[in-house]
């Protein structure tokens, strides 16, 4: 188990391959070259930040914490709801609205990985020396006798630093939704738990053959809940209150990250409302 309060990182990523107006601070990351390899992280995505219309070879889960989110125009997330952004799926372009995001990007369930932050960061600083980043796209600069016009077409600058890393164009997965999925926590009920007494759940989401799930436990004080031996890794968000976890005391704004067979025995004194979201399963199917 590993646990992070947002208060106590920075911002501490950013990356050529787009604009600037964004301010990543990394909460848990996953193991490069895994097929369920993540980066978990806190987004302020500003005004200032664009994308163009782009698909990905890897999945996104983004939760809003603070005002709002789009991910195409027209189309907003608002707070407290959640998106769900499959690989191969287009969308965008994006304009930021000064949104704080819990988001995730983690290996799909094609098995074509995640490339990590840092990885993409150096790629995009190599790319940026001989040619340019331009509202998400990237353009290699050309020689004074290449002619002007017609030669050098630009790309997706994630797609351009996925390829300088792989010297290989990326082959993305077949999209198994033809868009986005927003959904809305507040109209869904509370369950209450069969096993676990005070405990009660909002399961918002099952996607792809790999079973990625993600929803909300409402935990009643001194509540215990139990989890089985876990099947894939288990990443989750204390939206209020407290749990306590392995006999220590986490607040709000804490982050998890759980790994595959674990058995964690959450507990709570006031009362704790956890987001949680289940990586893709990648052991064989019982």
Same mark, same amino acid.
């Given at each position: 188990?590993r646990?992070?309060?947002?208060?106590?990182?920075?911002p501490?990523?950013?990356?050529?391959?787009?604009?600037?107006?964004?301010?990543?601070?990394?909460?848990?990351?996953?193991?490069?070259? *895994?097929?369920?390899?993540?980066?978990?992280? +806190?987004?302020?995505?500003g005004?200032?930040?664009?994308?163009?219309?782009?698909?990905?070879?890897?999945?996104?889960?983004?939760?809003?914490?603070?005002?709002?989110?789009?991910?195409?125009?027209?189309?907003?997330?608002?707070?407290?709801?959640?998106?769900?952004?499959?690989?191969?799926?287009f969308?965008?372009?994006?304009?930021?609205?000064?949104?704080? +995001?819990?988001?995730?990007?983690?290996?799909?369930?094609?098995?074509?990985?995640?490339?990590?932050?840092?990885?993409?960061?150096?790629?995009? *600083?190599?790319?940026?020396?001989?040619?340019?980043?331009?509202?998400?796209?990237?353009?290699?600069?050309?020689?004074?006798?290449?002619?002007?016009?017609?030669?050098?077409?630009?790309?997706?600058?994630?797609?351009?630093?996925?390829?300088?890393?792989?010297?290989?164009?990326?082959?993305?997965?077949a999209?198994?939704?033809?868009?986005?999925?927003?959904?809305?926590?507040?109209?869904?009920?509370?369950?209450?738990?069969?096993?676990?007494?005070?405990?009660?759940?909002?399961?918002?989401?099952? +996607?792809? *053959?790999?079973?990625?799930?993600?929803?909300?436990?409402?935990?009643?004080?001194?509540?215990?809940?139990?989890?089985?031996?876990?099947?894939?890794?288990?990443?989750?968000?204390?939206?209020?209150?407290?749990?306590?976890v392995?006999?220590?005391?986490?607040?709000?704004?804490?982050?998890?990250?759980?790994?595959?067979?674990?058995?964690?025995?959450?507990?709570?004194?006031?009362?704790?409302?956890?987001?949680?979201?289940?990586?893709?399963?990648?052991?064989?199917?019982?």
């Amino acid at each position: 188990m590993r646990a992070v309060h947002t208060n106590d990182v920075a911002p501490n990523f950013n990356s050529p391959h787009r604009n600037s107006d964004i301010g990543m601070a990394r909460l848990s990351k996953g193991d490069p070259g *895994e097929p369920d390899n993540y980066e978990f992280s +806190v987004l302020r995505i500003g005004s200032g930040y664009t994308t163009p219309r782009h698909h990905h070879n890897f999945d996104q889960i983004h939760y809003v914490l603070e005002g709002e989110h789009t991910w195409a125009p027209r189309s907003i997330i608002p707070q407290g709801h959640v998106a769900y952004f499959p690989e191969g799926t287009f969308y965008g372009p994006q304009q930021g609205l000064d949104g704080l +995001v819990l988001g995730l990007q983690f290996g799909g369930a094609s098995g074509s990985g995640f490339m990590d932050y840092d990885t993409l960061r150096t790629a995009s *600083e190599e790319l940026a020396a001989s040619g340019t980043f331009d509202d998400g796209m990237y353009r290699p600069r050309t020689d004074e006798s290449t002619p002007p016009t017609g030669t050098v077409a630009r790309k997706d600058g994630y797609e351009a630093a996925w390829e300088h890393v792989n010297g290989k164009p990326v082959d993305y997965p077949a999209p198994r939704y033809g868009s986005p999925i927003i959904v809305d926590p507040g109209s869904f009920a509370w369950i209450p738990s069969s096993n676990d007494h005070g405990v009660h759940h909002k399961h918002l989401l099952t +996607v792809t *053959e790999r079973c990625v799930s993600i929803g909300f436990t409402l935990m009643d004080p001194r509540a215990e809940l139990r989890l089985e031996p876990l099947r894939s890794r288990r990443l989750q968000y204390v939206v209020d209150g407290d749990l306590t976890v392995d006999g220590k005391v986490f607040g709000s704004g804490t982050a998890f990250a759980f790994e595959v067979s674990e058995s964690p025995v959450l507990s709570t004194d006031e009362g704790a409302e956890i987001y949680w979201i289940e990586l893709p399963r990648f052991s064989p199917a019982d």
